[in-house]
């Protein structure tokens, strides 16, 4: 499961923090992190049977999330997570890595930030509560630009990165026909990447290029990005399989 030293440094902190909150009996919490690190810590908490943690990001369905874990059920407002949203002009298009490298020049670590949401004069940044107050009274400019903090409205969040479904035929679900359909490679180079360690399902890298993927299975190419395998349209009349892919920009 693991492909770096980083891995296994991780996956410790995750069970030792599993025996602070057995032994405490209190809550406790690691950062933000990947989707990647998060696919990692839930294989081994399963590999333990520790049941009481869940992932949260401040929203439903975000992608950078901190893990908790509870002496007994998880309660998500417990989570030291805050949103910070920001206005500039609509003209001025800022962009996630604009804002991203506004907090980051503050000094602040990754890990401790977690989803930026941008539309059109408006951004959303989860943080670590811890943080909120010392963000908002130095970040004055994103990109160049004068940005203003308003209190966060989490009933109409911006969209984010967006989507695209697609359709695709392919001869079966194997892995290397899927990844060769959605980049547009060779079956060859389809196969070398995958052998060199590029792919992963469900965040977790595998070399399996005969690996048959299951609808909503994540897939990740590097370079390339992050598909979802959302459905299995039926056969065509070679007997192909028609299938939907979504695409995250």
């Known amino acids: 499961m693991f492909t770096s030293d980083n891995d296994e440094l991780f996956c410790a902190k995750v069970v030792d923090s ?20 998060q696919a990692l810590a839930q294989t081994r908490l399963k590999a333990i049977s520790f049941e ?31 949103a910070l949203e920001l206005s500039f002009r609509k003209c001025d298009k800022l962009t996630h890595r604009d804002f991203l490298g506004a907090v980051m020049a503050l000094g602040i670590e990754r890990e401790t930030v977690g989803d930026i949401l941008v539309e059109d004069g408006r951004c959303v940044i989860f ?16 990109g160049n630009v004068g940005v203003k903090f308003n209190d966060a ?21 194997r892995l290397d026909n ?47 990005g992050k598909f979802i395998l959302s459905g299995v349209l039926g056969q065509t009349k070679k007997g192909r399989i028609k299938i939907s892919i979504i695409y995250f920009r």
Do not use: H, W
């Open 178 to 224: 899927i990844v060769s359909a959605v980049c547009g490679y060779s079956r060859e180079k389809t196969r070398n990447i995958i052998l060199s360690g590029n792919v992963c399902i469900n965040y977790l890298e595998t070399q399996n290029v005969s690996k048959i993927l299951k609808v909503n299975d994540i897939l990740t190419v590097r370079g390339m």
């Open 52 to 82: 009481n943690y869940c992932f949260f990001g401040g929203y439903e369905n975000s992608e950078r999330n901190m893990l908790g874990f509870f002496p007994d059920n998880p309660i998500l407002t417990e989570f030291p997570v805050s």
């Open 127 to 142: 943080v670590k509560t811890e943080l909120k107050d010392y963000i908002t009274s130095q970040l004055f400019k994103a």
């Open 18 to 37: 599993t025996e602070l909150c057995f032994v405490r009996q209190k809550r406790c919490f690691l950062p933000f992190m990947s989707e990647r690190k």
């Open 153 to 173: 409205d989490l009933s109409d969040l911006p969209e984010g990165r967006g989507k695209t479904e697609k359709s695709f035929t392919v001869s079966s679900l």
